[in-house]
């Protein structure tokens, strides 16, 4: 706080002391300046603006040099929509306090955005304008008009009230409590909205109770008749308005109802299922296709790697098989040279394919063949016959079937096999042993004696 | 019910910028504070005669 005399900054003295000053009026003055700022503060804080305008201008008032009041207070009238009332609390502020000071900022704002201050300046001539009409009885020139304005100045208060009391000149009180809302949304406690809004609510109260009281004067009405009264007799047409009617109403209204949904909603809806499960069906059955041809595909693999396997197989059983005739004629070999024809005959017959085989192979193959089997049949057919004499049938049997089939040619060894058959009892082998004989010997004396043991 | 043509005559012109120059021009510089010292002054010297 400085001296209001010569500047100079007080101290906790009532006088001072630069110049000697009574400030002790001052102080209190200046104390009650700031208590109304602060007030002010307060209501602008919950949003009465118009409490708070009251307050700060108090403020000013009491202390021209509260800059902290002033500049609050241009801000208030700044929301309001006053802009050039706010300029100018903002221009005096700074002329008060040139430094440090807030205003500064604020004016700056606002200047460095001359399109802006140009619309602003067009909102308050439009403004003027709407009033003009307004106050000249032109109610729709003026409406026209406000409306502008609030558009370009969505803040503008006082723009708000003047529509709203145009708009209750309208008997549009619903619309006006609706201008009002807005206004109180930016001031809460607006007192022309307040008032202007309460008038809103008596109008409509009015209107409402007119509305009902009309339906109920109608419901209870009645006139009493006098002489001069025509009675007109009543017409036959009921009027069908009771409960029963109603109900049957309701009833024919819920089966147009059904038909409907039945008739029209239903079948789309099928439709609608119907063409979903067609799609299904369609991706299912080209889902199976793709499966299947999959399959084929992986049957086709599988069935190539099989022979594949089988070759191998085939291949390895090949080997293994040339390994067992090497290995069996090697033997055979060895006991052609040993003299043992029986067994030779035995390992040389159990080469079953001479396929593949090399020339070596062949030649020793070829070489001991023949041998082996005459001279095995020989010494089989030999013994077998032997063992036919001296009544030992299943030696002889064993002996002369081996020998017959390493040398078919041998007769004797034949006709012996089936004598053998014959001898123990085997009448059918004995009986197609027989037949061959006859049949390979014809004209022989084996054969003659064969007929002996032809089962007829 | 609102007399509208009394709610109306509330109404006054807003500023427009290019009044504002004269506005703050006309503004009374004077507050309370000027004032009370005004009064003090001429008590003072009222009591000094």
Redesign the interface.
């Known amino acids: 706080m400085r001296c ?1 005399k010569c500047d100079k900054e007080l101290s906790v003295d009532d006088f001072c002391a630069g110049c000697g000053a ?1 400030v002790g ?2 102080k209190k ?2 104390r009650m ?1 700031n208590a109304y700022y602060n007030m002010g503060l307060e209501k602008v804080r919950s949003r009465d603006l118009s409490g708070a305008a009251e307050y700060l201008h108090g403020s ?6 509260n800059t902290d009041a002033r500049n609050l207070l241009g801000l208030v009238y700044f929301e309001m929509g ?1 802009v ?2 706010a ?2 609390e903002w ?2 502020s700074k002329n008060i306090q040139p430094a440090d000071n807030l205003a500064d900022h604020y004016i700056d704002d606002i200047q460095n955005n001359p399109a802006h ?1 140009e619309v ?2 067009q909102t ?2 439009k ?2 304008l709407a ?2 009409y ?2 000249q009885g032109n109610y729709d020139l003026a409406l026209i008009q406000i409306k502008k304005v609030l558009t370009l100045n969505p803040k503008m208060i ?1 723009g708000y ?2 529509l709203a ?1 145009l708009q ?2 309208h008997n549009e009180f619903e619309k006006a409590k609706k201008t009002l809302e807005k206004v109180l949304k930016i001031d809460s406690t607006n007192p ?1 909205a307040i ?2 809004s309460r ?1 809103a609510d008596l ?1 409509i109260a009015k209107r409402e109770e007119r509305t009902s009281g009309k339906k109920k004067h109608k419901q209870e009405e009645r006139t009493s008749l006098n002489g001069n009264d025509v009675i007109i007799p009543p017409s036959k047409y009921r009027d069908l308005n009771n409960g029963s009617v109603t109900i049957i109403n309701v009833v024919i209204g819920i089966l147009i109802g059904a038909a409907v949904v039945f008739f029209l909603v239903t079948p789309a809806r099928t439709k609608s299922i119907r063409e979903n499960y067609n799609a299904l069906v369609l991706q299912y059955d080209q889902d199976m296709a793709k499966v299947t041809a999959e399959k084929e595909d992986l049957q086709k693999q599988l069935d190539a790697l099989n022979g594949q396997v089988q070759e191998i197989q085939g291949q390895t059983s090949s080997n293994a098989q040339m390994q067992a005739a090497y290995d069996a004629l090697l033997q055979a070999y060895n006991l052609y040279k040993s003299g043992d024809y029986v067994g030779g005959a035995d390992k040389i017959t159990a080469i079953t394919s001479t396929d593949g085989m090399t020339e070596p192979f062949m030649a020793i193959y070829n070489e001991i063949h023949d041998t082996l089997l005459r001279e095995a049949a020989s010494s089989l057919a030999s013994s077998g016959t032997a063992a036919v004499n001296s009544g030992d049938y299943a030696t002889a049997i064993a002996n002369l079937s081996k020998a017959v089939l390493y040398d078919a040619t041998n007769a004797s060894a034949l006709y012996n096999l089936s004598k053998a058959y014959y001898s123990s009892g085997d009448l059918t082998n004995a009986s197609t042993t027989a037949n061959k004989v006859i049949e390979l010997f014809p004209g022989s004396s084996w054969a003659g004696y064969a007929q002996n043991y032809v089962t007829k | 019910m609102l007399d509208f043509d009394e709610e109306i005559k509330k109404f006054h012109p807003s500023l427009e910028v290019e009044e504002a120059e004269d506005a703050i021009y006309k503004y009374n510089s004077k507050d309370m504070t000027e004032v009370m010292m005004e009064m003090l002054e001429e008590m003072k010297e009222i009591e000094r005669q």
């Open positions: 209001y009574d009026l001052f003055i200046v300046s000013v008032r009491l202390y021209k040099k006053d050039v009332e300029l100018s221009v005096i201050l602003i300046n308050i001539k403004y003027n009033l003009n307004a106050q006082k009230q003047l009391l209750l000149k022309v008032r202007y008038e109008e």
